[in-house]
């Protein structure tokens, strides 16, 4: 299964902006880029995807390297609310998610 | 906004018995899945189902483990004999596209299963 590379932990204040990388060498052409999100005792929960551009939704930003061997998810503001363990994933052809062991991401006051 | 349900929230079984995990994926989805994730472990894949049939599954989901839609609404996993090792909390999902255009899992809260 195609590999990503994340920090295992990182840290942010509240209200400042995040920055969460991942590394994916590996990637083919036709891989999107997949982040989700799993808060405390919760299960994943979506939060953005893209291919080549990038791309914002009211929850996030993706930035992708242009040779898209690393992507970065961009948390505007972050909130306590925020913390939880990020995950970077590709796409796979066959439909179905492969999670790593993701980003912690806590968030202080 | 829509929500992928689960059913019960914890469910505490003997080793040996069987038990089945209820889900109501959302109405206009067409791809279901089951993962689970051993407590602090990652999330693994179990099985994707699609048009009524395992489109396909992990090494995880072997004989002991199926998948059924019994109606049009519910998604049940079923473990036939429970091993100590099957503790985890199980995750149900469904997404509307399958390949080519991605839309994104919208996942259950999950149930939490305690083999003892």
């Known amino acids: 299964d195609a590999k990503t590379t994340q920090p295992n932990s990182m840290e942010s204040n509240e209200e400042e902006p995040v920055h969460l990388p991942c590394n994916h060498s590996?990637?083919?052409?036709?891989?999107?880029i997949h982040w989700y999100r799993q808060l405390p005792s919760q299960g994943p929960e979506y939060v953005i995807h893209?291919?080549?551009s990038n791309v914002n939704n009211r929850m996030a930003s993706l930035a992708i390297a242009e040779d898209r061997k690393s992507s970065t998810l961009i948390l505007h503001r972050a909130t306590l609310r925020d913390a939880a363990v990020y995950y970077c994933?590709?796409?796979?052809?066959?439909?179905?998610?492969?999670f790593g062991q993701g980003t912690e991401l806590s968030v202080k006051p | 906004e829509p929500e992928v349900t689960q059913t019960p929230s914890h469910q505490v079984t003997q080793m040996g018995q069987e038990v089945i995990l209820r889900c109501v994926p959302i109405?206009?989805?067409?791809?279901f899945y089951w993962y689970r994730q051993i407590l602090g472990q990652k999330v693994e894949f179990l099985v994707s189902?699609?048009?009524?049939?395992?489109?396909?599954k992990s090494e995880i989901f072997d004989d002991q483990f199926s998948v059924e839609r019994p109606d049009g609404s519910n998604f049940t996993l079923k473990i036939r004999s429970t091993k100590l090792e099957d503790s985890a909390m199980y995750f149900c999902?469904?997404?509307?596209?399958?390949?080519?255009?991605?839309?994104?899992?919208?996942f259950g809260s999950g149930t939490r299963l305690t083999v003892v």
């Open positions: 999902a469904s997404s509307e596209a399958f390949s080519g255009e991605y839309y994104g899992y919208t």
């Open positions: 590996t990637i083919s052409g036709t891989d999107y």
């Open positions: 893209g291919l080549t």
């Open positions: 994933i590709f796409y796979n052809q066959g439909g179905k998610l492969i």
């Open positions: 109405s206009n989805h067409l791809y």
């Open positions: 189902f699609y048009n009524n049939e395992i489109s396909e």
